[in-house]
């Protein structure tokens, strides 16, 4: 007798192919997030390098201010770098809030896509147990033909020693 096949090994099969490239997408995604959060870094350091960059600036236009050793040249010249440092933090900060937003949304696909991957992780399990299942029965199966089997040669056995002792 042919062996039989597992009428599902198939569709099993292509679930697992499907894990595997949601497994794939769920590390882009995870890369994704890593890359804005680095970003987002990077913009926090530029912050607070403007920060920093202005504090110093500052203090010394109302040093100089208060030495009295600055000319009205100088003064314009300190007070627009710093309203120029002024207005880049606030490009910065504006990109910093749409970087957070970036954050956010790549977080959301991630959330999605683990979603999605402990799905059909939950199918292939349900799969593979029906194939082990199936595997079982087969094999019970099997062995009670044999049993059979061996339980009819058996009882030939003995009825042909029965006919050969009466005969």
Known sequence: MAEKKYKLDVYLTHV????EEVRTRMAEAERKVQEEKDAL???QDRLDKLTESKKLRQKEYWDGMKAGALTAAEI???K??????EAE????????LA????IQRAEKA?????????????????HEELKEKWLRERKREKQRREDRSIEEIGSALHERRRRENRG
């Open 80 to 85: 627009h770098y710093i309203e120029s440092i």
């Open 110 to 126: 991630l959330a999605k896509v683990r979603d999605e991957y402990m799905e059909i992780s939950n199918e292939v399990k349900v």
């Open 99 to 102: 970087q957070e937003r970036a």
């Open 16 to 19: 697992l192919s499907q894990k």
């Open 41 to 43: 870094a990077a913009l």
């Open 89 to 96: 933090y606030r490009d910065q900060r504006r990109k910093y």
């Open 76 to 78: 314009r010249s300190k």
